[in-house]
């Protein structure tokens, strides 16, 4: 906000500079710099008029830059305007980044450089890895995030070529849940409707059921809706020092992306009651005690650990790997006798796809004896 003591401009002047009035030089230079993306173009003290000149830009510009400009209260923000030395200045305030960035990311306002690449998706082979990309709020996942998310994993599920995929986050962290900050500010593209397995869930994917395994590779923390997305995939692979826990239970945000039904079916309803009430984290060796973790991996090992699992995956026969997980998967939602006839229905699909005769015929000529998996014979 401009104070009361700017002058208008007049007729045939135009802004030589746009200024942020700030609380703090150094958390605005993290903020931009760190967080942002931006290049420091200048800070320079001024010891004898205790003063600090600091001006950021986008990285790439050749002539949009910020003025960082410090005041301690509204009288001396109101008289920064009569320091501009002739020029015409454009002052803003803030004295919360995080607020205000997503206030203006509630009305449609994309700012690319912390936007753009929030989901990276590269290929290793037939593996698929999809990271969540937001390392400077330990990758809580916001509205437009969740639909990259959703995007990235419908599109894994499409391709021929991919077998497996890893889930997993950068910077050292899985996912700490939804970004909370983004729906106090009212983020418009968070998804909270009802929908089936195909529907897109407030974190992303976490509804959908894919033809083809998931394995996550967590570190740091896996916590709220993170823990929800590390429940969704097929095996976890975990780090020692990694963290589950509900700790959105403390904001009095409910678990909207089936934590409450994959966590009890996965650990048991006693195991399972007890996180959901209490929102205690959980250590990377207690999760392998209670079955939560598949894998444990020392820091920093889990996205290699879990790309070597996908490939072992991947060298099955990957018609019947998929008709017996989806089974599995599918035999939840039936009594006993519709589970069978479930499993029977995926069988004969397999057998008639030809792959269990071409599997029978390279057992009787030795292939696939003694430890040795997939159709090159090679061992894990």
């Not at 079916?265 to 392998?288: C, F, K, N, Y």
């Not at 939560?292 to 991996?297: D, E, F, P, S, Y």
């Amino acid at each position: 906000m401009a104070g009361t003591n700017h002058r208008p401009i007049g007729a045939g002047q135009t802004i030589g500079q746009v200024a942020l009035v700030v609380r703090d030089y150094d958390e605005a230079i993290h903020f931009y710099v760190d967080v942002l993306g931006f290049t420091l173009i200048e800070d320079t003290v001024i010891p004898a008029q205790g003063k600090r000149w600091v001006v950021v830009a986008p990285q790439g510009s050749t002539g949009s830059r910020l003025l960082l400009a410090r005041a301690v209260d509204d009288e001396q923000a109101s008289r920064i305007g009569n320091q501009a030395g002739g020029r015409v200045f454009l002052f803003l305030h803030t004295d919360d980044f995080w607020r205000d960035y997503h206030a203006y990311r509630a009305m449609g306002v994309e700012t690319h450089m912390i936007d753009a690449d929030t989901v990276l998706v590269e290929r290793d082979g037939p593996i698929t890895i999809v990271s969540i990309n937001r390392p400077h709020c330990r990758n809580a996942v916001d509205g437009l995030t969740a639909r990259k998310l959703f995007d990235a994993c419908r599109a894994f599920d499409a391709d021929n070529d991919a077998s497996v995929a890893v889930f997993t986050g950068t910077g050292g962290y899985f996912c700490a849940g939804a970004d909370l900050k983004a729906v106090a500010a009212g983020d418009p593209n968070k998804k909270r409707e009802i929908g089936g397995h195909d529907s897109i869930a407030p974190m992303g994917p976490s509804r959908l059921r894919l033809s083809k395994p998931v394995i996550a590779a967590i570190e740091g923390f896996a916590v709220a809706g993170g823990m929800e997305l590390a429940l969704w995939a097929d095996m976890r692979v975990v780090a020692e020092d990694a963290t589950f826990g509900i700790f959105c239970r403390r904001f009095g945000v409910p678990l909207f992306d089936l934590g409450t039904i994959r966590l009890p079916r996965l650990i048991g309803h006693s195991q399972a009651i007890d996180l959901i009430l209490t929102g205690r984290p959980v250590s990377g060796p207690e999760a392998l005690r209670m079955g939560l973790a598949n894998r444990l991996v020392p820091k920093g090992e889990t996205r290699a650990h879990a790309i070597a699992l996908a490939k072992d995956i991947a060298r099955f026969p990957q018609t019947c790997l998929r008709a017996d997980r989806l089974s599995a998967l599918r035999q939840w939602d039936l009594d006993e006798e519709e589970a069978i006839a479930n499993e029977m229905r995926g069988g004969l699909e397999v057998i008639a796809s030809g792959e269990t005769l071409s599997g029978a015929t390279r057992f009787a000529s030795g292939v696939g004896r003694h430890g040795a998996f997939g159709a090159d014979g090679s061992k894990r």
